[in-house]
């Protein structure tokens, strides 16, 4: 077996969003894909000689990286905190913002701060892990901030920051 070093722990934070697409992924593995793998894997046993079966190792293979996916999904959840309200302080970027950031050129952009499990940069959606993440923590409307990236140093103005409600609460106000 290949040594892996550990990978660094994300943040345990995620939207109600999110937590659904785990737990849909962790069911559908689960209930649905882990037993037609184990049926194909029967099925390819029963043909004889396991040795030369490319279907039987490809399936052993599959099932291997199925129940790792599996088990971490699970460990994953456990622990997860789901963020579904707004910050008491609605005014600063925390977790589940929406923030609109502006640079040198005038140039804006926005993105919503999310656990390290849901971040999708084609959807705005960034990892509260990232540098650009850590760096928004707790800035309010019209802080400066400065990321390193690989081109050098990127500055960016806050000019915007809301918060979507969850679905069945009211403003709080």
């Keep these: ?3 892996r070093p550990p990978q660094p722990k994300g943040s345990k934070f995620i939207t109600p969003e999110g937590a659904k ?3 849909d992924e962790l069911d559908y593995l689960w209930r649905v894909l882990r037993p037609q793998v184990c049926q194909a894997v029967q099925e390819a046993a029963a ?6 079966n490319a279907e039987y190792t490809y399936g052993k293979r599959q099932l291997r990286e199925i129940d790792r996916r599996v088990r971490f999904l699970r460990q994953r959840l456990d622990g997860m905190v789901i963020v579904d309200k707004p910050p008491s302080d609605p005014s600063r970027v925390f977790f589940g913002a929406w923030v609109t950031l502006e640079d040198e ?3 804006q952009v926005e993105y919503r701060i999310v656990g390290p499990d849901e971040f999708d940069v084609a959807r705005g959606y960034i990892s509260m892990d990232s540098p650009l993440g850590r760096a928004l923590m707790r800035k309010t409307i019209d802080d400066e901030v400065t990321v390193e990236v690989p081109g050098g140093t990127k500055r960016y103005f806050v000019v915007a920051i ?3 409600q969850a679905e069945g609460t009211g403003s709080g106000e």
């Design 1 to 3: 077996m290949r040594y």
């Design 21 to 23: 697409k785990l737990k």
């Design 47 to 52: 043909q004889g000689d396991r040795s030369e």
């Design 105 to 107: 050129e005038g140039a």
């Design 162 to 164: 809301r918060y979507e």
